[in-house]
């Protein structure tokens, strides 16, 4: 057991350090707009299904639950580069899951409106400070340490917004209220309820379902440990 659990942080430093080092060149090349995108049709919720997958172990090491609130979005066809819209998803789900504290949850929630599609993945992390919240989009402006007290390479959400304003979409961070004495009357205080991006997409067609607007309350967990 000692031996596998070794074994299971070097390939998971062996992962991080891989993915760094592609945000890395990504970054280079969305600058230089030298970074080719397919033009591809494909149904969004098989793509979201996908990056949740791939993050699954990841969570389950940190006995992180993955609340999965899916109802809300109908079959909706994207036009984009299916590869990097789950690189996109990849990149916001893992922060998430690595800024939460173990045993909380990462809630991803999906929906669409009038020609879009929208998908909020909201942490149960410290949440930003209005000065990070400036510019935490901002290449190497924000290197955080997340829960573990890991560094990340502080591009991965430069190169998910390049990309999907590239796709003809958005991505945003959700300034929470601040509700905390000491939130609200310091910008530098993290708010403390959490960290919500937003990705938009705008959408071919839906032509199995009606528009469908924000999720309720209900979720629905994925298997966790």
């Known amino acids: 057991p000692l031996q596998r659990e070794q074994a299971l942080h ?6 991080r350090l891989l993915a760094q080092l592609q945000a890395l060149m990504d970054h280079a090349r969305l600058d230089l707009d030298r970074l080719p995108l ?6 969004l919720i098989d793509v979201v299904r996908e990056a949740v997958s791939r993050v699954d172990e990841a969570a389950r090491a940190r006995h992180v639950r993955l609340v999965l609130q899916l109802d809300a979005l109908p079959p909706a066809a994207v036009q984009g580069d299916r590869a990097r819209v789950r690189q996109v998803l990849d990149t916001l789900l893992r922060n998430a899951v690595r800024f939460t504290p173990i ?6 929630q999906a929906w669409c409106d ?3 599609a929208t998908l909020d993945v909201v942490d ?7 000065a990070q919240h400036a ?7 924000l290197a955080a340490r997340d829960a573990a007290g890991l560094r990340g390479s502080g591009v991965g959400l430069a190169v998910a917004r390049g990309l999907a304003r590239r796709m ?6 959700i300034l929470a209220d601040r509700a905390h004495p000491e ?3 310091d910008p530098a205080t993290p708010a403390g309820s959490g960290c919500h991006m937003q990705l938009r997409l705008p959408t071919v067609t839906s032509a199995r379902a009606p528009d469908a607007g924000p999720p309720g309350s209900a979720g629905v967990p994925a298997e966790a440990a």
């Open 10 to 15: 070097i390939q998971a430093a062996g992962e």
């Open 38 to 43: 397919r033009a591809q049709t494909f149904e």
């Open 103 to 108: 045993g909380s949850a990462v809630t991803l």
């Open 114 to 116: 009038e020609g879009h």
């Open 124 to 130: 149960q992390g410290p949440g930003l400070t209005i």
């Open 135 to 141: 510019v935490l989009f901002e290449p190497f402006a």
């Open 168 to 173: 003809g979409g958005e991505l945003a961070a």
């Open 183 to 185: 939130a609200a009357s």
